[in-house]
């Protein structure tokens, strides 16, 4: 008699590593699905947050870049919000003329010359649009950020709009102001309690609050 073949190690497991069978692929898509009901609630929430940070911190950015280049151009640099009422929008341009009797109007060469790579239009200008869902709104926040500054009853909290940088870094301030410090808020438009405040001192300095639990942080 021909002694019977020897079964290997690979015979007796091919049924079982040739694929995947129905109920491993039902338990990874009921594994998906849980993973899915945990995730994306948790994503939804937070997005209008994140939104409002995002916002503020590009508004910040925008006034830090055109503080730099007043003082690298030695030329005043404007930051005008809301320009021609174009809600949630605003620019920067730069005073290439440094002609006090004149005022820059925010033409494409003053904008270009900050060199700040504005992504939107409004008003034949560029400049940056808030993310959808955010406005410039005081939201529920009830103090600004500085404590020695009045509350705010508007979110362009300004003594002047456009804001002006000087070549040496401090903002101007109209003649006769006495606001330690102006602050431009942001907040979301279906949810007040995001708020962010980006506050700029007269000094030229810039600082970004969220307002958390009844105050600034």
Do not use: C
Not at 134 to 152: I, K, N, Y
């Amino acid at each position: 008699m021909q002694p019977s073949p020897q079964r290997t190690a690979d015979d007796s497991l091919g049924s079982r590593t040739g694929g995947v069978t129905l109920v491993e692929v039902l338990i990874v898509v009921v594994l998906i699905g849980i993973l899915g009901s945990i995730t994306i609630p948790t994503y939804l929430k937070d997005r209008p947050a994140a939104d409002v940070r995002d916002a503020a911190a590009e508004l910040a950015n925008v006034l830090q870049n055109a503080r730099f280049r007043a003082v690298s151009l030695k030329r005043p640099v404007y930051v005008e919000f809301e320009p021609d009422g174009e809600e949630g929008f605003y620019t920067a341009y730069v005073d290439l003329d440094s002609d006090p009797s004149t005022v820059p109007t925010g033409t494409a060469s003053e904008i270009a010359a900050t060199d700040i790579p504005f992504p939107d239009q409004a008003s034949g200008q560029r400049g940056n649009r808030l993310p959808e869902g955010v406005e410039f709104d005081l939201g529920g926040s009830t103090s600004s950020p500085d404590e020695e500054a009045s509350t705010p009853t508007d979110p362009i909290d300004l003594p002047s709009n456009p804001i002006v940088f000087l070549p040496r870094g401090v903002v101007r301030w109209p003649a006769g102001s006495t606001i330690p410090s102006g602050g431009v808020y942001v907040s979301h438009r279906q949810n007040g309690s995001y708020v962010n405040s980006v506050l700029i001192r007269p000094t030229g300095l810039i600082r970004n609050y969220q307002w958390t639990g009844g105050g600034w942080r």
